[in-house]
């Protein structure tokens, strides 16, 4: 009888804390989905921007991460009474160091750098514009760098909502050279 009660008490003993997963270990992936504006808060104006984006995450040592992924962003220029899109089709590689988290583990807060490359489309490659004037701005492959602060806020195990502040810095195109974005997010971690 005492062998029983002596095996109780040390499974309690063992069990009565609260279990937190485990996060951001080595080889653990994610997919994360993004949505941002772009240049400022302007959705519905003649100047407004926005970008979706997906991406793969793979921590590593110290819950530091590599991301992985891709991204659209649509900027439109005004000019007389419409405007001009401007759409950029890139695709991303980056490193992304923790600078932060709390003992639980829910809330991280990382600083990344990533360069980009794709392609930029002005007007949709229309060169003749409404009014019979003629675009100079033309379509071209486009390269270049992004810096990120990112944070994650586990709400469960195996997913993470997402805030970040980006500015990127593109050349080869016509237009603007940077951009900065701010948006929301959301990461399941699959493995």
């Not at 793969?56 to 220029?77: A, D, I, P, R």
């Not at 490359?117 to 760098?145: C, M, P, Q």
């Amino acid at each position: 009888m005492r062998k029983y009660i002596a095996i109780i008490i040390a499974s309690l003993a063992l069990f009565t804390g609260q279990a937190h997963a485990q996060r951001c270990l080595p080889k653990m992936q994610g997919i994360e989905v993004r949505a941002d504006m772009a240049d400022g808060f302007n959705l519905g104006g003649k100047d407004g921007g926005y970008s979706f984006g997906a991406a793969l995450s793979t921590y590593t040592k110290k819950g530091n991460k590599w991301v992985f992924g891709g991204e659209y962003l649509l900027k439109n220029n005004p000019y007389k009474d419409t405007k001009i899109p401007v759409a950029q089709f890139t695709a991303e590689g980056g490193y992304y160091f923790k600078i932060l988290s709390d003992a639980r583990k829910i809330v991280f807060v990382y600083a990344g750098a990533s360069a980009l490359a794709g392609y930029e489309a002005v007007n949709w490659g229309k060169k003749v514009l409404h009014d019979g004037s003629t675009l100079h701005d033309r379509d071209a492959f486009i390269y270049g760098g992004a810096l990120t602060l990112d944070v994650e806020c586990y709400v469960a195990d195996r997913i993470a909502l997402l805030a970040h502040l980006r500015e990127r810095c593109l050349w080869g195109g016509d237009t603007r050279k940077f951009h900065t974005q701010f948006g929301v997010g959301i990461k399941f971690i699959i493995n």
